[in-house]
């Protein structure tokens, strides 16, 4: 066992917030080493159960409120100053050297850090995630766009110490043309990659869903309804061969839009593991509807399901999807738009049985080889922690 000098803290997720990318970055970073996890009580909870070298862990609990209001964000702020206040001077008398891995942490109090690090000189690596979103000039976060960016400034300053990560090189290079990117260098998300047992297709009906909770905004999750009833009044030829599930639950204000061509669950909170991974499994496709401006500054989680479970995508460009198609060859449809998403579905599903199967196979097999590269990319990254 290597001396234990990694700290790991979230300092913004709660409960099951980032739980695939926690879990995985944990797992291989324990493999070989011990280390400290310092985290809300509800998430390290949840992590303790997944984690998978829990001897080599020590966890240790703080209370943290969800960030549903601007009076919590601000008391969030507060708590998380204190605590990593605490544990920078608890620290700071072990001889052994010290470094901590922040797998995420809210505006202020990464601001906060650099500023006390001035007196700890303390190894900071710094995951990167959502807040990056205030890069853009037009962003899904108006309201707290000033708060956000608050993060984005602490990365320009006080980096002796400091190294940051990023989740993907398309990413990388976007940052790499608007701010001095030497200090940071990325990954790309991390996720497990465990065996998957295919389900046989029994029929000839393609299915079609989304991945993860359906909800407005960015990620226009109520596209899928107009996309069924579109489908199933102008396939009439076909109009049984397809079908369109979500695999996830719904927000409330996604109600209105829903109709009796699309599957879902009517239930709160997340599915269950055994759910999630069964409904997953009868896709043929997964459908993103997010516009080409999304996952400029941040990865999506939704897209590595599709690498995971070997199921091709349907998506309108964007520089994230792109930069993989590219490097692995097809794995899904990337079209301009909404309209063009339609056109792709009623080609598909018009296509002899031999052309669908022919090129479901083209796509899988680039999945599977995308798969093992990027396996073997996240062990060596996590090996040269040291």
Same mark, same amino acid.
């Given at each position: 066992?290597?001396?234990?000098? %990694? ?21 291989? #970073? ?23 070298? *829990? ?20 008391? /969030?702020?507060?708590?998380?100053? %204190? ?18 891995? !922040? ?32 890069? *853009?000039?037009? +962003? ?16 320009? %300053? !006080? ?18 043309? %608007? ?22 297709? +029994? ?10 909770? $359906? ?10 309804? *107009? ?11 076909? #109009?049984? &061969?397809? *079908? ?34 069964? /409904? ?18 941040? $990865?999506?989680?939704?897209? !590595? ?61 680039? =999945? ?5 590269? =990027?396996?073997?990319? +996240?062990? &060596? ?6």
């Amino acid at each position: 066992m290597k001396e234990n000098k %990694i700290i790991l803290i979230d300092l913004n997720m709660t409960g099951f917030g980032h739980f695939e990318f926690n879990k995985n970055v944990i797992n291989h #970073i324990s493999k070989n080493r011990s280390m400290i996890f310092f985290g809300e009580s509800k998430l390290v909870d949840i992590l303790f159960k997944n984690c998978i070298y *829990k001897n080599n862990i020590k966890f240790n609990k703080f209370f943290f409120p969800d960030a549903n209001s601007k009076i919590k964000l601000l008391f /969030r702020e507060i708590l998380a100053i %204190i605590y990593i206040t605490l544990i920078f001077i608890s620290l700071s008398s072990r001889k052994k050297t010290i470094e901590f891995y !922040f797998l995420s942490v809210i505006p202020l109090t990464h601001f906060y850090v650099k500023l006390i690090n001035v007196f700890f000189s303390y190894k900071v690596t710094i995951f990167l995630h959502g807040e990056l979103e205030a890069f *853009k000039k037009q +962003t899904n976060l108006p309201s707290f766009k000033y708060y956000y960016s608050i993060a984005c400034k602490a990365i320009k %300053i !006080f980096n002796n110490y400091f190294k940051y990560i990023v989740l993907g090189e398309s990413i990388f290079k976007n940052l790499n043309k %608007i701010i001095n990117t030497e200090n940071i260098s990325f990954i790309d998300h991390p996720y497990s990659y465990d065996e998957i047992f295919h389900i046989e297709k +029994t029929n000839k009906v393609i299915s079609f869903g989304s991945v993860g909770k $359906a909800i407005i905004g960015e990620k226009n999750s109520h596209l899928i309804f *107009k996309l069924a009833d579109f489908i199933r009044n102008n396939n009439v030829s076909n #109009i049984d &061969n397809s *079908k369109f599930t979500i695999v996830g639950t719904l927000s409330k204000d996604l109600h209105s839009y829903a109709n009796d061509y699309v599957d879902f669950k009517e239930q709160s909170g997340m599915l269950s593991d055994v759910e999630f991974e069964t /409904r997953i499994l009868t896709l043929d496709f997964i459908l993103f509807f997010y516009n080409s401006d999304s996952y400029k500054y941040t $990865a999506s989680g939704a897209f !590595f399901d599709c690498i995971k479970y070997e199921i091709p995508f349907i998506a309108i460009k964007n520089d994230f999807f792109n930069y993989y198609q590219e490097k692995y060859g097809p794995i899904g449809y990337l079209e301009d738009d909404y309209e063009s998403i339609e056109k792709r579905i009623l080609l598909i599903l018009n296509a002899s049985e031999e052309d669908k199967l022919n090129e479901i196979k083209v796509f899988k097999n680039n =999945l599977k080889t995308m798969k093992a590269s =990027l396996k073997k990319h +996240t062990n &060596n990254f996590f090996e040269n922690i040291k």
